[in-house]
């Protein structure tokens, strides 16, 4: 057996052939190319993945940028129709005090008035968690102050006793609940006001312009330390 072995050796029958080598040296170019072709087409893939993600974030951010608008909007608003012009009516309380004939007028907001709140609500997760606890707490305090208005227009509203006693009582507990309306209206008013600059912020918006803005307590504010 050696010796046959000896005898194929000596042959060169085992030498390469040009055919043999250029066979083998194509293989190898064909299996770098194939791997070259893996990793380019798996880059490319990862950018593609990459770039959607990329187009995600950005379009959850267009979409919280719209809520974090559309919120501002329905706060400055309420400010401006309610809260503004608190200080007229409580003004015009003296007059009705000393006018037994006079009636207060109130303009207070009918139906819905949290309407977009109300169809934004399950999107606040898409905020930072101090600010969506800040914006749940703004609009139950403003909730609070809407529904004490109320009770105060309707509790104003009924006809008074006769007696002397009865129209006392009702004077009285007017003026608590006035005394009450003031409190509210000034903390609402700081509420709303914190959180109004990161809405602000978040959806680029010039707090200068808002009706609020005008509000004296609108000063400079660390927005997370001023939350409750």
Not at 39 to 63: F, M, N, T, Y
Not at 108 to 122: C, K, T
Request: some cysteine.
């Amino acid at each position: 057996m050696w010796h046959s072995f000896h005898n194929w050796l000596a042959s060169g029958n085992w030498a390469p052939t040009f055919q043999g080598v250029a066979t083998l040296v194509g293989a190898a170019v064909a299996f770098i190319t194939v791997i070259w072709q893996v990793r380019s087409s798996s880059k490319h893939v990862q950018d593609q993945i990459k770039a959607l993600r990329d187009a995600e974030q950005d379009e959850r951010e267009r979409r919280m940028r719209s809520v974090a608008a559309a919120l501002l909007s329905e706060i400055d608003c309420f400010y401006a129709s309610h809260l503004g012009p608190m200080s007229r009516l409580i003004e015009s309380w003296k007059t009705t005090d000393n006018d037994p004939q006079s009636v207060e007028v109130f303009r207070f907001v009918a139906g819905r008035p949290f309407s977009v709140y109300e169809s934004v609500a399950d999107k606040l997760g898409g905020f930072d968690a101090t600010i969506a606890w800040g914006i749940v707490y703004t609009y139950a305090t403003m909730g609070a102050f809407a529904e004490l208005v109320k009770l105060y227009e309707t509790e104003t509203s009924r006809v008074s006793g006769r007696d002397r006693a009865g129209q006392e009582i009702r004077s009285q507990d007017r003026e608590v609940m006035r005394n009450k309306i003031r409190e509210l209206a000034k903390t609402t008013t700081f509420i709303m006001v914190t959180i109004c600059r990161p809405l602000c912020r978040f959806c680029g918006k010039d707090f200068s312009t808002l009706f609020i803005a005008k509000e004296p307590a609108s000063g400079p504010r660390d927005v997370p330390s001023e939350l409750p």
